[in-house]
């Protein structure tokens, strides 16, 4: 059996693309998807649970790669909202834009869009990280509890608002810092961590121009040190 599946999404619903992922995928000899024609549809490899690369050639729709455990996925194009929302572990990577809150409460994994997102990138983020090359539009990582984002370019007004426990980094201009989010001096840890996460990243950027965004905790009663869970 080939270790490659074509699926033609002109002529195969996305109901049974996802029936095949999710069923006959895991424990065969297959490691790589190919999609083609998405033309714009929504929730495209929802709910992956298992070591596979899938890749989505063209434009795809809202909910893309949503719930995402283990699998590497890659749209060759743009995207709509909420793509990789709630993402478990894995990689998925956008070579094109993203519309508005893309990462939404990912728990773990790496999510890269290698042109803008919209607003409310990283909303509710809780542990995964987020990459973003160009720029993220306002309210982005809203209410972010955990985790990493990281924005090579400018950030949109109100950024970090409501801020938890998560880290961002701009490597650009900020609009506006939201409620309880502050600027705070770029230690060399952080350098080292950024210079990492480019670098798996695939993006080529000064990790020493960035600034670090992160909470004044003056909003809430979490206590980090206690290692509450959120």
Aim: overall charge negative; hydrophobic content about 40%; charged content about 20%.
């Amino acid at each position: 059996m080939s270790d490659t599946v074509e699926f033609d999404l002109a002529g195969v619903s996305v109901r049974e693309l996802n029936r095949y992922l999710h069923t006959e995928l895991p424990g065969s000899d297959v490691t790589r998807v190919g999609i083609r024609n998405p033309n714009g549809l929504h929730s495209i490899a929802v709910g992956l649970d298992c070591e596979v690369e899938v890749d989505i050639h063209g434009h795809a729709g809202y909910f893309i790669a949503g719930m995402n455990k283990q699998a590497k996925v890659t749209v060759h194009g743009n995207v709509g909202w909420s793509v990789a929302e709630n993402m478990m572990s894995g990689e998925v990577r956008i070579q094109g834009h993203a519309s508005e809150s893309a990462g939404a409460s990912a728990h773990g994994g790496l999510l890269v869009i290698d042109g803008d997102a919209s607003s409310r990138c990283g909303i509710s983020l809780k542990g995964g990280t987020v990459v973003v090359a160009g720029d993220v539009g306002h309210f982005s990582a809203f209410m972010a509890q955990a985790g990493t984002m990281v924005v090579c370019g400018n950030a949109g007004a109100n950024l970090g608002d409501s801020i938890y426990e998560a880290v961002l980094y701009v490597g650009g201009a900020i609009d506006s810092l939201g409620a309880d989010a502050r600027e705070e001096p770029l230690e060399a840890s952080d350098v080292e961590n950024l210079r990492g996460l480019l670098a798996e990243s695939g993006i080529e950027a000064d990790a020493e121009n960035f600034r670090r965004v992160a909470s004044a905790r003056s909003l809430y009663h979490w206590n980090a040190e206690a290692h509450q869970e959120y």
